[in-house]
């Protein structure tokens, strides 16, 4: 299945665009799409808290995804 | 009871039946702690004073700069160089002069933080650093203080209210406290000078929703704007009773080890002053960006920006002392915390106050 990742914060500086699509097997949990982004943008392993969407809900490391999941890469940010 | 003055200017508000004047009277007698009189803490500040919230504490150890007058709309040219708190204090008075303010011209600091949020009845988090934001999560858990966030970076902001009325904290969000290193501040990346406008309106908007006791408050709810495509989003998420449950007598104080000197040795800038005028000076190292440094250093410094430090780690010395410094000291505290428990280095210390701190010494010398 094809996944559309949307990027935000330093996620988005690291892999340099907004966002992605990826190629994962359907029911992929959730800690092996981070897992194989991090092999794909190693910089993404650095990131000590990095909050995963899934339709705009947290998402628990074990969750499984499927075809048109909406995802984001939510970094926290710090600016004021 | 609301005086004929305050009826005429909060008119407006007595007319919605979800404010009236009981509401008024709520905002009135309210207490908010904004943290941060920068980007996001001017437009929360002119809301909440222009709303009539009766007091308003305003805590920031920084002053004025002309880089700040792009987003921070609470000062002007005449104000650079003055401290933020009492500028802002003093702008606010022109605005409503029915409203108090509070200043507070320091850190917020493990040291001082809970006899500040105690004071108040909602906290606002316009701070511009991780430790600072860890902080004050745990001061209002520990306290049990509602605390408004937000952050922004570039052309993103960010939005949620913490401990409120049993929700997540910001801990159930992001759990574990990034390094310096993962989110560069405005100095070093810039900012779009409007969004801490649009971001720091809507804490405004949550913290009077709060004190009113209206609506649905962003609670386990991220708000998410992206203002280069203009798209924003909603994430949802929990409370996790291990996370929520962390606070200022519970957390590792790693967290915020900048916010209480743990392990970093300090020197001020008179004791700098006579360190040069020494017969061995010590090594200065210059952490801030290029533009500050072509702007003003100290004599002799050599400049190795904190983003990029790590490339330039070579060229410090490790056997001759080295004094780190930045415009305040928090971005030094970041490089030495870097140095030392990355590359080892035992003869780093920080000026402390930084840059300010020495052009105010030399202010006394003149």
Known sequence: MNLKIALFGIAKE?????????????????????????????????????????????????????ERDEIALIPPVSGG | ???????????????????????????????????????????????LAAAGVGTLGIVDADKVDMSNLQRQILYGPADVGQPKAATAAHALRQLNPLVHTEVYNCRLMLGNVRELVAQYDVVVDGSDNFPTRYLLNDACVSLGRPLVSGAIYKFEGQVSVFNYQGGPTYRCLFPQPPAASEAPNCEATGVLGVLPGLVGTAQATETLKVLLGIGEVLVGRLWMLDALSFQSRVLKFPRRPEQAAINLD???????????????????????????????????????????????????????PLATLEKGVASIPKHHPVIVYCHSGRRSTQAIDLLQNTYGFTNLQNLEGGILAWQDTAEKVA
């Open chain 1, 14 to 66: 690291i892999v340099g665009q907004p966002e992605l699509t990826v190629t994962a097997p359907e029911g992929q949990p959730v800690h092996q799409l981070l897992e194989q982004l991090r092999t794909d943008y190693p910089a993404l392993r650095q990131l000590s808290s990095l909050a995963v969407a899934v339709n705009n809900e947290y998402a628990e490391d074990a969750q499984p995804l499927q």
């Open chain 2, 1 to 47: 009871m609301l005086t004929t003055e305050e009826r005429q200017r909060y008119r407006r508000h007595l007319q919605l039946p979800e404010i009236g004047e009981a509401g008024q009277l709520r905002l009135k007698n309210a207490r908010v702690l904004v943290v941060g009189a920068g980007g996001l803490g001017c437009p929360v500040l002119q809301y």
């Open chain 2, 250 to 304: 519970t957390a590792n104080p790693a967290d915020y080890a900048d916010l209480c000197g743990v392990g970093i040795s300090t020197v001020s800038a008179v004791e700098l002053r006579e360190l040069l005028q020494s017969g061995h000076p010590p090594f200065l190292l210059d952490v801030r960006e290029p533009d500050e440094f072509a702007a003003t250093h100290l004599p002799g410094a050599t400049l190795l």
